[in-house]
């Protein structure tokens, strides 16, 4: 039986990769996407691909990555708002787009993984999504033939998975990973930690092969940076460089009450011209990273504005009347 795990997002997709190729990327938005193996994509250089995921992620991140460097041929989505590189490509006919209803999209997806060619459904009917597409009448009402999809290779998101490609995915950053899990002919799949075999059983894949991220591939951090430990599934974030060392809370928490109060921080920029909100960059620093790589990551960020947001999440933390941060 060959060797499942991977040590890191290059080796993962060794002898995987070609130009032209099919490839489902898992997660919602933002949240559980592989975004190492996003990267390793980008540095591969493979091109000419159709890519199917929900969205395109945003300007600087996700797949928004492989936009800028014009490595996608095509997408299969169903919501492309929030990425300007992505419009701009498709309105100047440089990137081609196949649209679908959310749903639509997600059962095309889990039809393809399990062997189903084709469904009927009546989402659409009426519209440019059912244009050039078979009807059939049942029961007095018109419904749209939707094909199946498969991909050559899907890369998923997992909160854990063992050596034999079982996987288990944490909340809502489950999304679209598991039935793209099914659909891809190979499946690499990015997981917060390695366990014993058999203690996943969750979301199996019988070709999953398995990214451990303990050193983060491809921005280089390590645990040595900050020092993190899980308590109940919560991360736990203690002496980071950028939160002070005293309150030990947790970042579940503290996302619960930005996400309580849609007035506090949700959508709120902070640097003028980007999308990145302190919710962002607290989620950012929950996985890991530190005020430094994140400027790496984003140019148009400054330490200052990563300090000013965690004084402002730390206020909201402790239950303090706050401003929301305005745009600089």
Known sequence: MSKKVRSDAKSALDDLLFDGMTIMAGGFGLCGIPENLIYALRDSGVK?????????????????????????????????????????????????????????????????????????????????????????????????????????????????????????YRKTARNFNPMMAMAGKVTVAEVEEIVPTGVARSGSHPHARHLRETHRAGRGVRETHRKAHRQDGLTLLRGSDTMSSDGASTMHDLLKRIHS??????????????????????????????????????????????????AYASALLSGERVTPIAAE
Request: aromatic share 6%; with cysteine.
């Open 261 to 310: 109060d849609p007035k506090i921080m949700v959508g709120k920029p902070v640097v003028k011209g980007t999308r990145i909100t302190v919710e962002h960059i607290m989620n950012e620093l929950a996985l890991g990273l530190t005020s430094v790589q994140l400027v790496e990551m984003y140019p148009r960020l400054t330490e200052a504005d990563i300090r000013a947001a965690c």
């Open 48 to 168: 000419n691909l159709t890519v199917i995921s929900n969205n395109a992620g945003v300007d600087d991140f996700g797949l928004g990555l492989l936009l800028q460097t014009r490595q996608i041929k095509k997408m299969v989505s169903s919501y492309v708002g929030e990425n300007d590189t992505f419009e701009r490509q498709y309105l100047n006919k440089e990137l081609e787009l196949e649209f679908n209803p959310q749903g639509t999209l997600a059962e095309r997806i889990r039809a393809g993984g399990s062997g189903i060619p084709g469904f009927y459904t009546k989402t659409g009917v009426g519209t440019l999504v059912a244009e050039g597409k078979e009807l059939k009448e049942f029961d007095g009402e018109i419904y749209v033939l939707e094909r199946g999809l498969r991909a050559d290779l899907s890369i998923v998101k997992a909160w854990k998975g063992d050596e034999e490609g079982n996987l288990i």
